[in-house]
């Protein structure tokens, strides 16, 4: 090993330069301004006795250090030259200055270089500026002190920015009559950056979250009051990602500026570092967060896990709304949330905010516009899963004609209602909603928690968005239907009449026909439409199977979906429930089916409960997955009696989708269906 040059420490300046967003540049343009860097500093070290000036570079700029004791002027003269050719070729180039101890060691490539907590401090503060022009430690300003007057020195503006490695000192701008400084960043400190911004043109999230940060401290702060007096809800906006346009935001829209600042006071900063986890999938919550500051990314949507792919399904940025559902549903997370930079979140709790809302015209009004959001929230919600609105492939009523879904739902809008009831056990009716008030009517939906209905005590949950009660005078009134409230809180969204009559007439023709048979479906014994019996080698066709059920409504039971997979649970009695709460068994015959151990134990329990409950099988449907495969080596022999379905075969899909939305048995006939 090669032997140190010297072990001792000894006080080096230090003048260290770089190039803001040097990569980013053109080849040409690299080498030609690392060239020139390498000239003015070649000019210092050839100015200089033999290893008096060492050159530490650093590719687009480095740290030039100064052992002589006269160091000043060369410093100086070098710092003056970085700066005017800077700026003569408009090149955003950060100069400082610093003096720290340091002790030279013999490179590997036989040159002297410097490490020690000088050079360490000197790399840290180079990286604390952008183009203020220069700025200096306050021993770099000391040891220059003496020849100041005679350099025509101004070190002033001075900051303190700690840093716990190092010994804490103050930092000076440093001027001459070549070279201006003045910092381009407000000094720390929350009422400074609000100073800063121009809030008499514009208020925007950066506004929103200096002014949380201060009333975190001083909930009466006049200088944010003042910026508040000036709050505009319509300069809340995020930028879309799909149209690329700024849209306002949802929560915060149309508000006055009392309103505003009535809402605005009852958010919580909440912040967490790039990285951190903010909730995740199934973690109970009541908070909503409206993104102020950085980028949120949301994974495992739904609880549908990552698959293998590392990149978030929705990435969510200032101004955006994360969490709503929570807020409104006292519902479980259904995402995880992570922050992808550091992040600034406002965070709204529900009791908090409608508990705390002034008793005030303003208050009162506020407290109306906050409920109206959260209803047309959950009623985009249901739109989108309840295939008797809507669907996740808008194939619903409401998607129905040519006047776009979502003008449809719009419309529905000011015309639905959140109600929460919290009295378990108590018996429900519709009246007992309205608190008997006749005029209530339209059709309501459980959205949130759940009741039992009958003798039996069916179980309805909030999830389903199971119709509870569908009055619409001189349209369509069902039967009455009486509940009782399980254990838990609910949640019923009420759409009115009025809202179902401004929907144009082909779309409200559709909805009328559509709701009955979503209200007899309520009427079926069964938990499900159909259990599907598959092997996992068959998947790829069956998922594709589920898709088109789900997109018609058809609940079915499928192992995948059941969590019963846990090390040690007994998977037979899981599937006998599932067989008992299906009205219909689907076996998904291939090849494959006939080899799985678990399909013929389903089949096999399946044809037992058909022929000992009903002396048929009539309730077991065959789909053969492979129209190759419709023989007898596939096809059981106590089904070949039975209407087959072909799962390629035109039409067969629509007529099992049919079939499961009847409560009719298959009818018996031998041979394939007909298309």
Avoid at 98 to 120: E, F
Avoid at 271 to 297: H, N, S, T, W
Avoid at 433 to 445: A, E, F, P, R
Avoid at 462 to 488: C, M, N, S
Wanted: hydrophobic share 35%.
């Amino acid at each position: 090993m090669r032997d140190a040059v010297h072990t001792d420490e000894y006080e080096v300046s230090i003048v260290s330069c770089d190039i803001l967003g040097h990569s980013a540049t053109s080849g040409e343009d690299q080498i030609m301004r690392v060239a020139a860097i390498n000239e003015i500093v070649a000019d210092a070290i050839t100015s200089a006795p033999p290893d008096e000036v060492i050159w530490a570079s650093g590719g687009d700029g480095g740290h030039v250090a100064f052992r002589q004791a006269a160091w000043q002027k060369p410093a100086l003269r070098l710092i003056t030259q970085l700066y005017t050719w800077a700026a003569g070729v408009d090149v955003p180039l950060r100069i400082t200055g610093h003096r720290g101890p340091a002790s030279p060691l013999l490179g590997a490539d036989g040159r002297t270089q410097l490490v020690g907590v000088g050079m360490n401090y000197a790399g840290w503060l180079l990286r604390q500026v952008t183009r203020e022009g220069v700025v200096v430690s306050d021993a770099f300003r000391r040891g220059v002190e003496h020849t100041r007057d005679a350099l025509a020195i101004e070190f002033h503006h001075p900051r303190l920015l700690p840093n716990i490695e190092f010994e804490p000192q103050l930092l000076y701008l440093m001027s001459t009559d070549s070279i201006t400084s003045e910092w381009l960043h407000p000094e720390p400190g929350d009422r400074n950056a609000l100073l800063s911004l121009d809030t008499t043109e514009e208020f925007d999230w950066d506004t929103l979250y200096y002014v949380q940060r201060i009333w975190q401290v001083n909930s009466n702060d006049e200088l944010a009051e003042r910026v508040m007096q000036r709050a505009k809800s319509h300069k809340l906006s995020y930028r879309d990602h799909k149209s690329s346009k700024d849209e306002p935001n949802p929560f915060l829209e149309n508000l006055d500026t009392g309103e505003l600042n009535e809402i605005l006071r009852l958010g919580q900063l909440v912040e967490r570092q790039r990285g951190e986890l903010i909730c995740r999938y199934d973690d109970p919550g009541d908070a909503m967060f409206i993104i102020l500051r950085g980028k949120v990314g949301v994974f495992n949507s739904e609880g549908g896990g990552f698959n293998g792919d590392p990149e978030p399904k929705h990435v969510q940025g200032p101004g955006e709304i994360v969490g709503e559902l929570a807020y409104a549903l006292s519902r479980n997370r259904t995402a995880d949330l992570t922050a992808l930079t550091d992040v600034a979140l406002l965070a709204f709790n529900s009791a908090a905010l409608h508990s705390r809302l002034p008793d005030t015209p303003t208050g009162r009004s506020a407290a109306t516009r906050v409920d109206n959001f959260f209803s047309f929230r959950v009623l985009q919600h249901v739109c989108d899963n309840a295939t008797y609105l809507l669907g996740q492939r808008r194939t619903g009523p409401l998607g129905f004609g040519p006047l776009p879904w979502h003008e449809s739902v719009t419309k529905l809008r000011n015309h639905c209602e959140l109600i929460n009831l919290a009295k378990p056990g108590i018996e429900l009716t519709k009246n007992a909603v309205t608190d008997g008030q006749s005029d209530l009517d339209g059709i309501y939906i459980l959205v949130a928690g759940r009741l039992r209905e009958g003798e039996e005590e069916k179980l309805l949950d909030g999830k389903d968005f199971p119709l509870l009660w569908v009055h619409l005078p001189k349209l369509l009134a069902q039967p009455p239907r009486t509940y009782r409230i399980d254990v838990e809180p609910i949640t019923i969204l009420r759409i009115a009449t009025s809202g179902i009559t401004e929907l144009v007439v082909g779309k409200r023709k559709e909805l009328i026909e559509a709701l009955p048979r979503a209200l007899r479906r309520m009427d079926d014994d069964y938990e499900f439409d159909v259990f599907i019996s598959y092997t996992s080698a068959d998947w790829n066709i069956v998922s594709e199977l589920c898709d088109r059920l789900s997109q018609n409504d058809i609940k079915y039971w499928l192992d995948r979906k059941q969590k019963y997979r846990g090390v040690g649970q007994v998977t037979a009695k899981t599937i006998e429930r599932g067989l008992r709460s299906s009205r219909y068994f689907l076996a998904c015959l291939s090849t494959n089916y006939r080899r799985s151990h678990w399909g013929q134990f389903e089949m096999d329990i399946s044809i037992y409960r058909s022929v000992n409950e009903s002396n048929d099988v009539e309730s077991i449907i065959p789909l053969v997955l492979d129209e190759r495969d419709d023989g007898e080596d596939v096809v059981p022999f106590t089904l070949q009696h039975l209407i087959r379905l072909t799962y390629s075969q035109p039409g067969d899909i629509e007529t099992l989708i049919d079939l499961l939305r009847t409560k009719t048995r298959t009818p018996r006939r031998t041979g394939r269906a007909e298309a």
